[in-house]
Nanobody
Framework: QVQLVESGGGLVQPGGSLRLSCAAS????????MSWYRQAPGKGRELVAR????????YYIGSVEGRFTISRDNAKNTVYLQMNSLQPEDTAVYYC????????????????WGQGTQVTVSS
C-alpha cells in the first residue's frame, strides 16, 4: 500500500525559505518519478514540480522556476522541495504524489495522497 507523508511546512515571511519532505513507503521508490502539487484556498490542485526516478530530470511550473528545487534521495525513500524567495501566492497545502512510471511524462497516480503540509507565506 502506497503511503506518502509530507512534512516541513509552516509560517514564513515573504522572501523566506522552507524545505518540504515527503517520506514514501509501500512501493519501490527508486523505480518511480515523483511530483509535488499544491492547493490554495478556494482553488484546485496544481502541479508544482516533477522529478524522474533517478533524480536527473526535473520539471517546474513557470511561477516557481528558479525559486523551487525538487530533489530526491532514493536511499531514504524521500523526495524534497526546497522553496526559496517565497511569496504570499505560494500559500497552499503542499502534497507529494508518485508517478506511474520513471520519466517526467508518466501519468500521476492520483489514488494515493498524503495528508499534505501547510505552507503559509505572510508578514
Amino acid at each position: 500500500q502506497v503511503q506518502l507523508v509530507e512534512s516541513g511546512g509552516g509560517l514564513v515571511q515573504p522572501g523566506g525559505s522552507l524545505r518540504l519532505s515527503c517520506a514514501a513507503s509501500g512501493f519501490i521508490f527508486s523505480d518511480y518519478g515523483m511530483s509535488w502539487y499544491r492547493q490554495a484556498p478556494g482553488k484546485g490542485r496544481e502541479l508544482v514540480a516533477r522529478v524522474s526516478s533517478p533524480g536527473t530530470n526535473t520539471y517546474y511550473i513557470g511561477s516557481v522556476e528558479g525559486r523551487f528545487t525538487i530533489s530526491r534521495d532514493n536511499a531514504k525513500n524521500t523526495v524534497y522541495l526546497q522553496m526559496n524567495s517565497l511569496q504570499p501566492e505560494d500559500t497552499a497545502v503542499y502534497y507529494c504524489a508518485k508517478l506511474f512510471g520513471s520519466t517526467l511524462d508518466s501519468p500521476v497516480d492520483f489514488t494515493a495522497w498524503g495528508q499534505g503540509t501547510q505552507v503559509t507565506v505572510s508578514s
